[in-house]
């Protein structure tokens, strides 16, 4: 409960403080307002003459403020008409422009196709007059070409190796009733 204490302290302190600064600002307040009473007083000018004096000023001011409201409103008036006028020429130009350009265009494109035209006629009688290139030597070379992978390929085939030639033996005769026949001795 200490710090509660504390910090109620604290605000009562500095609530203490800020009443005493707006007491001293409030005296010297009026102090200098008396002061000001005063010194008008010494050259014969009273309270109501300063009063009269500022309403007038700011009568003047207020005036000198509408007038200039105005001629602003009627300089942004002039301003947006002109724009205005200034944009439909603009707008009126650039369609003008346009339409200008797209017939240059299309008389481009006609140019451009008959030229092309003419360029393929000269090709061609250029054409017409070179020798035409002949393809059967690139098919012959390349038969060639094959013929000689597929004797390379077949001579690089690995032979087949015989280690020893199988006779054919003859058939053993056949077995009767469980008997085995006997084996022919060799004569010598």
Do not use: C, F
Request: no cysteine.
């Amino acid at each position: 409960m200490d710090e509660v204490d504390v910090m109620t302290r604290a605000g009562e302190n500095v609530g203490k403080a800020v009443g005493t600064g707006l007491k001293a600002a409030r005296q010297g307040v009026v102090r200098a307002g008396h002061v000001a009473e005063a010194k008008l007083a010494d050259r014969g000018i009273t309270a109501d003459q300063v009063r009269g004096a500022l309403v007038e000023r700011a009568d003047t001011l207020m005036g000198k403020a509408e007038d200039w409201e105005k001629q602003t409103r009627r300089s942004r008036k002039r301003l947006a008409k002109k724009s205005a006028k200034t944009r439909a020429d603009l707008v009126s130009k650039a369609e003008v422009v346009r339409k200008e350009v797209k017939k240059a265009a299309k008389h481009a494109r006609k140019d451009a196709k008959v030229r092309a035209k003419e360029i393929r006629k000269a090709a061609a009688q250029l054409g017409a007059d070179a020798p035409k290139r002949r393809r059967w030597p690139w098919v012959l070379g390349l038969l060639v070409a094959a013929a000689a992978a597929g004797y390379v390929a077949m001579t690089r085939r690995p032979q087949e190796v015989y280690l020893q030639e199988e006779e054919q033996a003859p058939h053993a005769e056949p077995v009767l009733n469980g008997q085995v026949p006997s084996q022919k001795e060799p004569v010598k």
